[in-house]
């Protein structure tokens, strides 16, 4: 099994920034696209970045030229540098992880991470 542990969430003011992380630990044998997803409440799941394990990346219009999705690949490692934050971005933040252990091809979530800007 493959587990994402993600971290940084929080309270932020509008206008601010928050930086998102997200570790993949477990017999990992490669790990392929990384992605950030966001959930508000009353609306469905969406994406938000992907990054490949080469480090193209693709954004939802939403955020582009605000938030950057990044990686470490020796650390299993994804990030996502939120500024120019705005009230709706407030959600729950997933991390998501698509790979291959010995065994088996895998896509994993994480536990969800809130994040709410407001004054």
């Known amino acids: 099994q493959v587990q994402l542990v993600e971290s940084g969430g929080g309270l932020v003011q509008p206008g601010g920034s928050l930086r998102l992380s997200c570790a993949a630990s477990?017999?990992?044998?490669?790990?392929?696209?990384m992605g950030w997803y966001r959930q508000a409440p009353g609306k469905q799941r969406e994406l938000v970045a992907t990054?490949?394990?080469?480090?193209?990346?693709n954004y939802a219009n939403s955020v582009k030229d605000r938030f950057t999705i990044s990686r470490d690949n020796a650390k299993y490692t994804a990030y996502l540098q939120m500024n120019s934050l705005k009230p709706e971005d407030t959600a729950v933040y997933y991390c998501n992880a698509v790979g291959q252990t010995v065994s088996e091809i895998f896509r994993s979530w994480g536990q969800g991470l809130q994040v709410t800007v407001s004054s």
């Open positions: 990054i490949t394990g080469g480090g193209s990346t």
């Open positions: 477990g017999s990992i044998f490669r790990l392929d696209t």
